[in-house]
T-cell receptor, first 113, second 116 residues
Framework: KNQVEQSPQSLIILEGKNCTLQCNYTVSPFSNLRWYKQDTGRGPVSLTIMTFSENTKSNGRYTATLDADTKQSSLHITASQLSDSASYICVVSAPGGGNKLTFGTGTQLKVEL | GAGVSQTPSNKVTEKGKYVELRCDPISGHTALYWYRQSLGQGPEFLIYFQGTGAADDSGLPNDRFFAVRPEGSVSTLKIQRTERGDSAVYLC??????????????FGPGTRLTVL
């Protein structure tokens, strides 16, 4: 069983619409949770980083939420654009030295006209 | 400024051969990470360097995999006796500092390895 599970696996939306991606994790202990955007053929790029004490963090049209009690996070994208088409990966970091990350399998988002 | 670079971008090899994958981290980043990403999956941790030493190599799948970072900058991931199951995208990332798990990791574009 994956320690970081994401849903949906894939999603198609129309340009201009909003969407929300979900992440459930079982990684424990937990230090911080990140959302990455990965374009096809590229490395992941960080969107947000939240510690266990943060409930929400925004980066432009991206807003991430975190509930450390239920071990759930979401990434909300507003006013989607064609360039938002990518894989969105939820990543959890354990505390301690090393910063080793545990990645989810991602949600493949496609934004269409 | 330059980001993390990886070479080659693509590598095709035959089963049983030896390959080396190179990573140039962002200048000044003391931490360097290797990940492996199979098709449709998220990256999986392989090894982490702090400076020249491998601080955590728990993700290396077996002893055919080895990585070095002799001068604390460029790193090379080495795979011996390659197998078809080694085919994946190998990602490198670097970050500042040590021990602070809030440090952002910056990823390179990856090397796509195909073992025939």
């Amino acid at each position: 069983k994956n320690q970081v599970e994401q849903s949906p696996q894939s999603l198609i939306i129309l340009e201009g619409k909003n969407c929300t991606l979900q992440c459930n994790y079982t990684v424990s202990p937990f230090s911080n949770l990140r959302w990455y955007k990965q374009d096809t053929g590229r490395g992941p790029v960080s969107l947000t980083i939240m510690t266990f004490s943060e409930n929400t963090k925004s980066n432009g049209r991206y807003t991430a939420t975190l509930d450390a009690d239920t071990k759930q996070s979401s990434l909300h994208i507003t006013a989607s654009q064609l360039s938002d088409s990518a894989s969105y990966i939820c990543v959890v970091s354990a505390p301690g030295g090393g910063n080793k990350l545990t990645f989810g399998t991602g949600t493949q988002l496609k934004v269409e006209l | 400024g330059a980001g993390v670079s990886q070479t080659p971008s693509n590598k095709v090899t035959e089963k049983g051969k030896y390959v080396e994958l190179r990573c140039d981290p962002i200048s000044g980043h003391t931490a360097l990470y290797w990940y492996r990403q199979s098709l449709g999956q998220g990256p999986e941790f392989l090894i982490y360097f702090q400076g020249t030493g491998a601080a955590d190599d728990s993700g290396l799948p077996n002893d055919r995999f080895f990585a070095v970072r002799p001068e604390g900058s460029v790193s090379t991931l080495k795979i011996q006796r390659t197998e078809r199951g080694d085919s994946a995208v190998y990602l490198c990332a670097s970050s500042l500092g040590r021990g602070n798990s809030y440090n952002e990791q910056f990823f390179g574009p990856g090397t796509r390895l195909t073992v025939l």
